[in-house]
């Protein structure tokens, strides 16, 4: 098991909530019965609605670098541990710790939850203001797979222009290739990428994939490899995480 920062271990120790009531089970959205088919072939995806907190290892291929991820899932509240800065998300204003030069980014705002949101595919497209539908089915490296495509209200997601097309392993009804495109940064209509999921691993009846590679796109095929993570020690909790942790440090600094 990938060891924490002891500082921000400490903390979680020190903070996460202890909670004597019963526990609540959320109402489940309305959905349709194909893609309620895809989300049980990943577990029991109701446990991740019903989760309140949720922790993860990651790891930038490559660079060798490891971020450990903490939040809780109604708020979205989030920070993120790295040996070169603090990332958080605070339920209002997105913050970095010591300074904005400790990430190389173009946003901090737009990284601040950018791989919980790949990593919680499909799950969090059970989230208001999220339609899934099956459409056409889409090829990838000549292989037809069946194809669900994730809409957004406007008002939902920082970008509710992007794009993202779930291509599902028609053996295994998991995702195996997600294709998006990012509006975040104001282009209009920014190419596709894809980004493949691979090698699943149960977390406590709940899948997550171990490995994530982002591809450029073209052609109906993945051609450069843009990045690879891997994910470790996924955990969801039935107890949120004590929202002072969320709170930007004293030496830390509000960032978009």
């Known amino acids: 098991m990938r060891k924490l920062s002891l500082a921000l271990a400490n903390l979680i120790i020190l903070f996460t909530s202890v909670s004597c009531q019963n526990k609540v089970e959320k109402n489940l959205p309305e959905l349709s019965q194909e893609f309620t088919t895809i989300l049980d072939a990943h577990g029991d995806w109701r446990k991740w609605r019903n989760a309140k907190a949720e922790s993860y290892a990651m ?29 958080g998300f605070d339920g209002k204003q997105t913050w970095i710790s010591p300074n904005r030069e400790a990430y190389k980014g173009k946003s901090v705002k737009f990284y601040h939850n950018l791989y919980f949101y790949f990593f919680n595919i499909p799950y969090v497209f059970t989230d208001p203001g999220v339609t899934v539908e099956k459409i056409a089915d889409k090829s990838l490296n000549g292989k037809k797979y069946p194809t669900f495509q994730a809409k957004f209200e406007p008002s939902t997601g920082y970008s509710p222009k992007d794009q993202y097309f779930m291509l599902i392993n028609p053996e295994t009804n998991r995702l195996e ?36 590679t982002g591809y450029t796109f073209e052609n109906d095929s993945t051609k450069n490899i843009r990045y690879q993570v891997t994910f470790a020690d996924a955990l969801l909790l039935e107890e949120e995480f004590d929202s002072e942790i969320f709170d930007k440090p004293t030496n830390g600094v509000f960032a978009d």
Do not use: C, Q, W
């Open 59 to 87: 790891i930038h291929e490559g660079v060798m670098t490891e971020e450990n991820a903490f939040i809780n899932l109604d708020s979205r509240k989030i920070r993120l541990s790295t040996t070169e800065f603090e990332i």
């Open 177 to 212: 290739y997600l294709l998006y495109n990012v509006t975040y940064f104001g282009d209009e209509s920014p190419p596709l990428n894809a980004l493949k999921y691979e090698d699943y691993r149960n977390a406590d009846g709940v899948y997550f994939p171990r490995i994530l």
